[in-house]
């Protein structure tokens, strides 16, 4: 079967560091979404990698290893409004999206 | 610019009844999916369409119809409401499927069936 892990929920502190893991195991990949759901509203999009290595975009980096089939996104000098949840997802072969269940983060001041 | 517009936002429907989501997007994007969101599980897709006249079955397809009858219109039907259809629902569009694009969401639709 095709599964997409992530810790449930995450906390840490305004200005911190924090990293968001991600593991997959799908039939093939196309790509990697990183997606951004504040609580009772939309997803919007963070990032994407299909090449291995580190895509940096402002505060917030998401990092790909095929082999491993692991990601990671990193968040750098927390913001409360970073509060959101983070959700992974996985391009199979067939172009189809698996999502994790998402990773809750929670900012303290 | 509106982008993804979902209507209606909230419904509370029994058991049995039916109900249409409309989903409306104005960027002019080929593709478009419904999408149901519930505790502790990912997205799952329900149906998707890749463009105006076409609809193919997601991963959750049962309980749920669609069309396409229009490029920026895209609707979900539940012709027979089940208390397993209580969830939220997000509409999302692409421009060029997700091969290279990323999905844009609407707001969502929550709905509640007793």
């Known amino acids: 079967g095709q599964n997409i892990d992530q810790p449930t929920e995450m906390t840490a502190t305004e200005g911190a560091i924090v990293q968001i893991n991600c593991t997959y195991q799908?039939?093939?990949?196309?790509?990697l979404f990183w997606y951004q759901q504040h609580a009772g509203e939309a997803p919007t999009f963070l990032s994407y990698n299909v090449l291995d290595g580190l895509e940096e975009k402002g505060r917030f980096s998401s990092f790909l290893s095929r082999s491993k089939g692991y990601s990671y996104l990193l968040l750098k000098e927390l913001q409360m409004k970073d509060s959101a949840s983070y959700l992974c997802?996985?391009?199979?072969?067939?172009?189809?999206?698996?999502w994790g269940a998402g990773t809750k983060l929670i900012i303290k001041p | 610019n509106a982008g993804v517009t979902q209507t209606p936002k909230f419904r509370v429907l029994k058991t049995g009844q039916s109900m249409t989501l409309l989903c409306a997007q104005d960027?002019?994007?080929?593709?478009m999916y419904w999408y149901r969101q519930d505790p502790g599980m990912g997205l799952r897709l329900i149906h998707y369409?890749?463009?105006?006249?076409?609809?193919a079955k997601g991963e959750v397809p049962d309980g749920y119809n669609v069309s396409r009858l229009k490029k920026q219109n895209f609707l979900l039907g539940l012709e027979s409401a089940a208390p397993s259809q209580t969830s939220v629902y997000f509409c999302?569009?692409?421009?060029?499927?997700?091969?290279?694009?990323?999905?844009?969401f609407g707001e969502g639709s929550r709905l509640t069936v007793l």
């Open positions: 799908t039939s093939g990949f196309n790509g």
């Open positions: 999302a569009s692409s421009s060029s499927g997700l091969a290279t694009g990323e999905l844009f």
């Open positions: 997802a996985v391009m199979d072969s067939n172009y189809q999206l698996i």
């Open positions: 369409s890749v463009g105006e006249g076409t609809t």
């Open positions: 960027m002019n994007h080929e593709y």
